[in-house]
């Protein structure tokens, strides 16, 4: 019972948390959806950072893990706005912003990981 509201805990402060900085990030912009790409790429660097650390160095216990991963991390990014706003953009016949958010979004993911694994191993 204690890691589910652990797990409660960190999703409440990652739905916070990713109001604040998509909000921040978008900043006006209406057509392209940075702010969902700013913090997808924000929380798959902290997620690497965090799995890598763990990993190699032992430096999280096992409850601080699922905390920030599963709770703050698990609110603060998400897939299923990628996936609306994608969608959103095909809608409206942006074919290149389309193309251009999935690219992104999965080559920051990506980038997001191997940055975090990179920083972690070599600290």
Known sequence: MQLVLLIGLGGFAGAILRFWVSGWIQNGLVTFPLGT??????????LSLIMYLSEFKGVFSEETRIFLT?????????MSTFGYESFKLLEQNQMG????????SVTLALLGV???????VNI
């Open 114 to 120: 191997y940055l975090g694994r990179l920083i972690s």
């Open 70 to 78: 599963i709770g703050v991390l698990g609110s603060f990014t998400t």
């Open 97 to 104: 912003l389309f193309g251009l958010n999935v690219v992104g």
């Open 37 to 46: 790409l700013g913090v997808n790429f924000i929380g798959s660097f902290i």
